[in-house]
């Protein structure tokens, strides 16, 4: 999620363990404990474009650092608070705050490493977008009044109102991947496997990828709340396989960084250009219905005269610009049901 709702996460956390006269330093506690684990996007390594995508959400995300991520958060927040009230009391606000990180993003679908050091798989449970102004707006409200009338119960039941957000979205997932699987039933399709993950900032319009063979087949579902379904009918995309589909005359460093890329989007990777050639993350665009990546990694043909070992400036992670009002209008119209 966006700093801004893991912070007041990671505060709604402690204060719903706080007691009144604690619950403003519970507060601190919990928001620099639901902040730290993004600390990981200032880590970066010289000549690997690669290296601050794979690492977000990685350790600092997992269940097993918890504890010690925890202790780090605490220590600041006691630090900060001239060590009142006791490092224990502090170290439990703290710990609540930061175990909602990897918790809350494991949500989410940019996948997180949950269960590291055991499993290499990104965890991305698909129920809520990286930014959602519903939810956000539930924890600030509960977070703010919590706060200045120092009340706990009102933590708990903003806690409770953010977790049955939460679990509308994953009941809202499963409501478009049911219809997605139906619309590949009736086009005759056999699903080898099947992926919804929620548009920017809602629940109602979900972007739906099958694989079935070697395509992709992507739609947008918009879920009928008081309506009926509906489904807007996208591309046939060629899956990208590293393995086989790579031309001659790219490097083997090359060819590793597009495994990695494959392996961040747990496969969902195709071809986006030739020259140069692109290889675009599917998982994500602006309109649910459309094939134009926000990010895609850039490949140049390998240089004769580069050494193995030189630097690999072969590859490259490429952000594409694709706002813009027109895109905004068509985005409005699918969540409210008027497009075409």
Same mark, same amino acid.
């Given at each position: 999620?966006?700093?801004?709702?893991?912070?007041?996460?990671?505060?709604?956390?402690?204060?719903?363990?706080?007691?009144?006269?604690?619950?403003?330093?519970?507060?601190?506690?919990?928001?620099?404990?639901? @902040?730290?684990?993004?600390?990981?996007?200032?880590?970066?390594?010289?000549?690997?474009?690669?290296?601050?995508?794979?690492?977000?959400?990685?350790?600092?995300?997992?269940?097993?650092? @918890?504890?010690?991520?925890?202790?780090?958060?605490?220590?600041?927040?006691?630090?900060?608070?001239?060590?009142?009230?006791?490092?224990?009391?502090?170290?439990?606000? &703290?710990?609540?705050?930061?175990?909602?990180?990897?918790?809350?993003?494991?949500?989410?679908?940019?996948?997180?490493?949950?269960?590291?050091?055991?499993?290499?798989?990104?965890?991305?449970?698909? #129920? @809520?977008?990286?930014?959602?102004?519903?939810?956000?707006?539930?924890?600030?409200?509960?977070?703010?009044?919590?706060?200045?009338?120092?009340?706990?119960?009102?933590?708990?039941?903003?806690?409770?109102?953010?977790?049955?957000?939460?679990?509308?979205?994953?009941?809202?997932?499963?409501?478009? #991947?049911?219809?997605?699987?139906?619309?590949?039933?009736?086009?005759?399709?056999?699903?080898?496997?099947?992926?919804?993950?929620?548009?920017?900032?809602?629940?109602?319009?979900?972007?739906?990828?099958?694989?079935?063979?070697? &395509?992709?087949?992507?739609?947008?579902?918009?879920?009928?709340?008081?309506?009926?379904?509906?489904?807007?009918?996208?591309?046939?995309?060629?899956?990208?396989?590293?393995?086989?589909?790579?031309?001659?005359?790219?490097?083997?460093?090359?060819?590793?960084?597009?495994?990695?890329?494959?392996?961040? &989007?747990?496969?969902?990777?195709?071809?986006?250009?030739?020259?140069?050639?692109?290889?675009?993350?599917?998982?994500?665009?602006?309109?649910?219905?459309?094939?134009?990546?926000?990010?895609?990694?850039?490949? &140049?043909?390998?240089?004769?005269?580069?050494?193995?070992?030189?630097?690999?400036?072969?590859?490259?992670?490429?952000?594409?610009?694709?706002?813009?009002?027109?895109?905004?209008?068509?985005?409005?119209?699918?969540?409210?049901?008027?497009?075409?």
């Amino acid at each position: 999620m966006d700093p801004l709702t893991q912070g007041l996460t990671g505060i709604i956390a402690g204060q719903a363990a706080a007691r009144r006269r604690t619950i403003r330093q519970a507060s601190l506690a919990g928001l620099i404990g639901g @902040i730290l684990p993004d600390a990981d996007v200032f880590l970066h390594v010289p000549h690997d474009p690669l290296f601050n995508l794979l690492i977000h959400r990685h350790f600092t995300h997992s269940l097993i650092f @918890i504890p010690l991520g925890g202790f780090i958060a605490a220590l600041a927040a006691w630090l900060l608070m001239k060590r009142r009230p006791g490092f224990t009391r502090v170290y439990l606000f &703290a710990t609540l705050g930061y175990g909602t990180g990897g918790l809350l993003d494991a949500c989410t679908s940019y996948g997180t490493y949950l269960y590291w050091p055991f499993s290499r798989s990104r965890v991305a449970w698909d #129920a @809520i977008a990286i930014i959602d102004p519903i939810y956000t707006l539930i924890l600030a409200a509960a977070c703010f009044l919590a706060f200045r009338k120092r009340s706990r119960g009102i933590a708990l039941f903003g806690l409770i109102l953010g977790l049955c957000y939460l679990g509308a979205g994953f009941y809202a997932r499963d409501t478009a #991947a049911r219809i997605l699987m139906d619309t590949a039933g009736h086009r005759g399709h056999k699903v080898d496997r099947i992926r919804v993950m929620p548009t920017l900032g809602n629940l109602i319009l979900w972007r739906g990828i099958y694989q079935s063979g070697d &395509a992709f087949h992507i739609d947008g579902v918009r879920l009928g709340i008081f309506g009926v379904h509906r489904v807007y009918a996208g591309p046939v995309i060629q899956k990208f396989e590293p393995r086989t589909d790579v031309p001659p005359q790219i490097s083997d460093a090359a060819l590793r960084d597009m495994k990695r890329f494959s392996h961040f &989007a747990d496969g969902y990777v195709f071809q986006f250009k030739d020259d140069p050639l692109i290889i675009g993350d599917l998982r994500y665009s602006l309109l649910p219905h459309q094939a134009e990546p926000l990010w895609g990694l850039v490949v &140049a043909p390998e240089k004769p005269d580069k050494p193995e070992s030189s630097p690999n400036p072969s590859t490259k992670l490429k952000y594409f610009k694709r706002l813009n009002l027109q895109t905004l209008k068509y985005f409005g119209q699918m969540l409210l049901g008027s497009y075409p």
